[in-house]
């Protein structure tokens, strides 16, 4: 039976233990705790400034509630969250309409920034340490995705193992990912749920977007 076989049989809680990732009931907290501040937010508050407001409460309570297991705030080019050993990092972004639906491929909403890139390629080296970088460095951290796609009344979410960007530093392919079940919530206002196109953009200014030559 093959690896994948084995992994598919699992469930969501007992892979994220066997890749020693952060718990399902933190995870699942700190998800929450992004679409209360969502629910929060009004139509006068600029698209802009709700994007900072979710992402920041998404990573804040990850931070947070991940303290219990030894995880800690990272002080590197990502905003995330650090595992015990310094070895797994955490971070946040929206997804497209595949996220957290198995057998799809999904795709990081909107382009990710240089300090993104280099933790993929970092991730790249990691799973494949024969394979050329033409950087040739990496930190030694895997970077994992908390990707989420909000719908109306509810959240499609995943967290999931990057393994390359495309020219444009969209995030496309996937070394692994864990579906997790869908997140119910309270409904929102359709004109908060119409901009939710908008709402990782502005975290964009804490991770740069990238230019490729």
């Known amino acids: 039976m093959t690896t994948t076989a084995l992994a598919t049989q699992q469930s969501p809680a007992d892979r994220l233990a066997a890749n020693r990732l952060l718990p399902l009931l933190t995870l699942t907290e700190a998800l929450t705790a992004g679409q209360m501040a969502l629910a929060a937010c009004t139509v006068d508050r600029p698209p802009m400034a709700r994007g900072v407001h979710v992402w920041g409460t998404i990573i804040e309570a990850l931070r947070r509630l991940g303290r219990a297991d030894g995880w800690a705030r990272s002080e590197g080019k990502l905003s995330s969250v650090l595992s015990p050993d310094a070895?797994?990092?955490?971070?946040v972004a929206t997804g497209d309409e595949a996220t957290g639906i198995e057998g799809a491929t999904p795709?990081?909403?909107?382009?990710?920034?240089?300090?993104s890139v280099e933790a993929i390629e970092d991730n790249q080296i990691a799973l494949f340490p024969d394979a050329r970088s033409v950087r040739r460095r990496t930190s030694g951290v895997l970077t994992w995705l908390l990707?989420?796609?909000r719908m109306r009344d509810c959240v499609r979410w995943e967290l999931s193992l990057p393994k390359s960007v495309d020219e444009d530093g969209i995030?496309?392919?996937?070394?692994?990912?864990?579906i997790l079940d869908p997140l119910a919530c309270d409904l929102v206002d359709e004109a908060i749920l119409s901009s939710t196109e908008e709402l990782d953009l502005a975290a964009r200014q804490f991770?740069?977007?990238?230019?490729?030559k």
Do not use: C, F, N, S
């Not at 990081?108 to 240089?114: E, H, L, N, Q, S």
């Not at 995030?171 to 864990?178: E, G, K, L």
């Not at 991770?207 to 490729?212: N, Q």
């Open 87 to 91: 070895t797994i990092q955490i971070t």
């Open 171 to 178: 995030i496309q392919t996937w070394a692994d990912r864990i």
């Open 207 to 212: 991770d740069p977007e990238v230019t490729r």
């Open 107 to 115: 795709r990081t909403k909107y382009p990710r920034g240089a300090a």
């Open 147 to 149: 990707l989420h796609r």
